[in-house]
């Protein structure tokens, strides 16, 4: 069996990773420590080792490393027959008073360490010396390894309603021998020349071109420099903050229906008024700013697709931060893709619909409510 070879999407994000910048998807959870507890208090590695063993026979990319093609210097995922778990599976405790301050403190601290590539490139941090006698868990992989909704599923994994689950049976799992260079070599020249064969006709060719001038505009607009508002210093430094804000999600999802958004828009406006409010704060005239963007990730995967590569392609869009007071009806697009979207992915007809600075956009018409 071939190595797997690295998408070109994914083998941009591990191109583009450096030390003050490194391209990882993150999460932070906190549970109750009473199953996972030792008559001394202290939290039972050994279980919990076990339990990631057994879910990793499951998941054989987590025991995978980067390799090289050589000459052509392409990625590809080959095993790791170094693997231990105890380089990916750490204990830390959180400095005093262990509240959630600290623990934010320390999860953006540990967020923006380095990965080593040299090993398959994720680490789940378990957090010991929490308030009231909690444990958290800080995972962090690669964006080259999995997509934001793939990275947590080794985590859920290992997640019961109940605490009296079964571990799941060991299937075990040995390291494959490294592939030659010669053999990665022709591998990848093989690839390449499938790649040019499956250009075969006009409509295919047409195909490649409209995506090759669609990617060349996502550059223009995306390498474009954006406005100067102390967000982005350049060289980038290393150190992370960690913030969090907690609204329970049928709050959240019932927002959105009021105004017949989803709960990613409603989120998304949070975001944006937040972001409004802190450059305000910061004294920057935001009425003013133009070509304001972030990269929104896109859950592009079908219902029921449980593959580890990545599903969530970036979307580079500008952002509105120049509305800060009542919600206009005519100020209706927050998001503006640089990518047209697909008719049938619209809302009320008009496609990507958010709110300005933190507002939403009123609901459908009432007729249109009506009907559903």
């Given at each position: 069996m071939e190595p797997a070879r690295l998408s070109a999407l994914d083998a941009a994000f591990l191109a583009l990773d450096q030390p003050t910048?490194?391209?990882?998807?993150?999460?932070?959870?906190?549970?109750?420590?009473?199953?996972?507890?030792?008559?001394?208090?202290?939290?039972?590695?050994?279980?919990f080792s076990a339990w990631l063993e057994a879910e990793l026979d499951r998941e054989p990319r987590y025991r995978q490393r980067i390799g090289r093609v050589p000459v052509l210097r392409h990625p590809v995922w080959v095993d790791d027959a170094a693997f231990d778990l105890a380089r990916h599976l750490r204990v830390v405790r959180a400095p005093p008073p262990g509240d959630r301050d600290a623990l934010f403190a320390l999860a953006g601290d540990l967020l923006g360490r380095d990965l080593d590539l040299a090993h398959p490139p994720w680490e789940?941090?378990?957090?010991?010396?929490?308030?009231?006698?909690?444990?958290?868990?800080?995972?962090?992989?690669?964006?080259?390894l999995v997509d934001g909704v793939a990275g947590v599923r080794l985590v859920e994994a290992l997640l019961s309603p109940s605490p009296g689950r079964a571990m799941p049976a060991r299937t075990g799992w040995t390291a494959s021998p490294p592939?030659?260079?010669?053999?990665?070599?022709?591998?990848?020249?093989?690839?390449?020349?499938?790649?040019?064969?499956?250009?075969?006709?006009?409509?295919?060719?047409?195909?490649a071109a409209m995506v090759?001038?669609?990617?060349?505009?996502?550059?223009?607009?995306?390498?474009?420099?954006?406005?100067?508002?102390?967000?982005?210093?350049?060289?980038?430094?290393r150190n992370r903050r960690f913030a969090g804000l907690v609204q329970p999600l049928a709050r959240v999802r019932a927002a959105g229906e009021r105004r017949g958004a989803t709960v990613n828009d409603v989120v998304l406006t949070l975001a944006s008024g937040g972001l409004r409010r802190l450059l305000e704060g910061r004294g920057?005239?935001?009425?003013?700013?133009?070509?304001?963007?972030?990269?929104?990730?896109v859950n592009a995967r079908a219902r029921g697709d449980a593959a580890v590569a990545r599903r969530v392609p970036p979307l580079v869009v500008f952002l509105t931060t120049s509305v800060r007071h009542a919600y206009r009806p005519w100020?209706?697009?927050?998001?503006?893709?640089?990518?047209?979207?697909?008719?049938?992915?619209?809302?009320?007809?008009?496609?990507?619909?958010?709110?300005?600075?933190?507002?939403?956009?009123?609901?459908?018409?009432?007729?249109?409510?009506?009907?559903?």
């Open positions: 910048a490194p391209f990882v998807v993150g999460a932070l959870l906190t549970f109750e420590r009473v199953p996972l507890r030792l008559p001394d208090g202290a939290l039972d590695l050994a279980a789940l941090w378990l957090v010991d010396g929490l308030a009231g006698g909690a444990f958290a868990i800080v995972a962090k992989v690669h964006h080259a592939p030659s260079g010669v053999r990665l070599l022709a591998a990848e020249v093989a690839h390449r020349a499938r790649t040019l064969r499956g250009l075969a006709t006009p409509g295919d060719v047409r195909d090759a001038a669609g990617l060349g505009s996502l550059l223009v607009r995306g390498l474009t420099p954006a406005p100067d508002v102390g967000l982005n210093p350049w060289p980038p430094h920057v005239d935001t009425g003013a700013l133009r070509g304001f963007r972030a990269m929104v990730p100020a209706r697009v927050h998001l503006r893709p640089h990518v047209a979207p697909r008719p049938d992915r619209t809302r009320h007809g008009r496609p990507f619909q958010f709110a300005h600075g933190g507002r939403l956009p009123p609901g459908p018409p009432r007729a249109e409510r009506a009907r559903r």
